[in-house]
């Protein structure tokens, strides 16, 4: 298993790819979790499922106590990303940043009081929070979820993309970062295909990214993409055909 990695780290500012968690079942998909810490506070990206909590926690807490934690990133609605958030909301006094369009289902994970919600606007936003940190919320909508949004950080210069970009591979690969992208695309081929809505919504995304200054493209789940990787996973999702392009109507 793949211990934490720092992928930036400044005096002040640092972004750390957490201990990939498990969520204990043999078809359970393995997840990503993010801390950025900026002024000794921290924003949690996409804190996962109610069954790793305890992992991510205990992972967490080598760098920052609970009650630092300012902010909870969500990039979408599924129970591997907002599974555990009650929990995670007891434990912390963070705002929870979320398209406004999922605020009205989230109750329905047993979440009440959603005074600490912050609906993201669908064009996408900037936000400056407590500490000083400014994160750009960037839409990307269909891909997979209606109000799926990434965030970037003009810090690090990393983009957290949710799920685009996820990958499925072996448990004994600890690999960081894609060395090969055509070498990845088993990995991940099938996921994008399945998953993402339309190539429409996959152009409309890479056009807005590439305005970009980005270093990395951090996944939910899987290897993240960095140089010549990343430049080659934009061009192919550029092109892909996915979704309801594979679609065909049956006599």
């Not at 305890?54 to 990303?81: C, F, G, K, R, T």
């Not at 555990?84 to 369009?101: D, F, N």
């Not at 950080?153 to 600890?174: H, M, R, W, Y």
Request: proline fraction near 5%; include cysteine.
């Amino acid at each position: 298993m793949r211990k934490n990695v720092a992928l930036y780290t400044a005096e002040n500012h640092r972004f750390i790819l957490l201990n990939e968690s498990e969520p204990g079942e043999e078809d359970g998909i393995p997840s990503n979790q993010f801390l950025i810490l900026h002024n000794g506070k921290g924003t949690l990206m996409d804190p996962g499922g109610f069954g790793v909590m305890p992992q991510v926690l205990n992972e967490l807490l080598q760098y920052v106590q609970p009650s630092d934690i300012e902010a909870l990133v969500l990039s979408h609605q599924d129970p591997d990303i907002v599974g555990g958030l009650t929990t995670w909301l007891r434990l912390t006094s963070a705002e929870v940043y979320v398209s406004k369009i999922w605020q009205r289902f989230l109750p329905h994970y047993g979440i009440t009081g959603m005074d600490r919600f912050v609906g993201i606007q669908d064009e996408g936003e900037t936000r400056v929070f407590g500490s000083g940190l400014e994160l750009q919320f960037i839409p990307a909508h269909f891909l997979h979820s209606p109000g799926q949004i990434n965030a970037y950080d003009p810090i690090s210069k990393i983009l957290f993309t949710g799920d685009i970009g996820a990958s499925e591979v072996p448990q004994d690969n600890c690999e960081v970062f894609v060395e090969d992208f055509q070498a990845h695309l088993a990995h991940t081929e099938w996921f994008h295909q399945r998953y993402m809505a339309s190539n429409r919504a996959l152009r409309y995304w890479v056009q807005q990214v590439r305005k970009l200054d980005i270093d990395i493209i951090a996944p939910q789940h899987g290897p993240l993409y960095r140089g010549q990787a990343k430049e080659d996973f934009l061009n192919w999702l550029y092109d892909l055909q996915c979704g309801s392009d594979l679609l065909t109507v049956r006599d």
